[in-house]
C-alpha cells in the first residue's frame, strides 16, 4: 500500500530551524512529484514548495524563498523540507503530498501523508 509518512515537526523560536521528513513507502523514482503544504485551521491550505524527483526541479511559495529548502534522498525514498530562519507566521500542519498535477503548489495531488505540526513562538 502506498503511503506517506510526514515527521520533524516541532516547536522552535522565531529564527530557528527544523528539518520536515516525507518517507514514502514506494521508490521515489516511481512518484514525480512531492510537494510540501502547510495549513492554519479555519484558513485555506498554502502550497509551500515541490521537487519533480526525476530531474530535481523545485518551487517555492514566494512567503518561503530564500528560507526553506526541499530536497530529496532516493536511496531512502524520502523528501525532506528544510526551515530556517523560522517566523511565527510559518505555524502550521505541514503535509506533504506525492503525484501532483501541474502546477505542484496547487494541491491536486493523488497521495496524501498526514500533518506535523510546527509551531515558532516570537
Known amino acids: 500500500q502506498e503511503q506517506l509518512v510526514a515527521s520533524g515537526g516541532g516547536s522552535v523560536q522565531a529564527g530557528g530551524s527544523l528539518r520536515l521528513s516525507c518517507a514514502a513507502s514506494v521508490s521515489t523514482y516511481r512518484i514525480n512529484s512531492v510537494a510540501w503544504f502547510r495549513q492554519v485551521s479555519g484558513m485555506e491550505r498554502e502550497g509551500v514548495a515541490s521537487?519533480?524527483?526525476?530531474?530535481?526541479?523545485?518551487s517555492y511559495a514566494d512567503s518561503v524563498k530564500g528560507r526553506f529548502t526541499i530536497s530529496q534522498d532516493n536511496a531512502k525514498n524520502t523528501v525532506y523540507l528544510q526551515l530556517n530562519s523560522l517566523k511565527p507566521e510559518d505555524t502550521a500542519v505541514y503535509y506533504c503530498a506525492a503525484d501532483c498535477r501541474y502546477p505542484p503548489l496547487w494541491g491536486q495531488c493523488r497521495l496524501w501523508g498526514q500533518g506535523t505540526q510546527v509551531t515558532v513562538s516570537s
Open positions: 521537487i519533480y524527483t526525476v530531474t530535481g526541479s523545485t
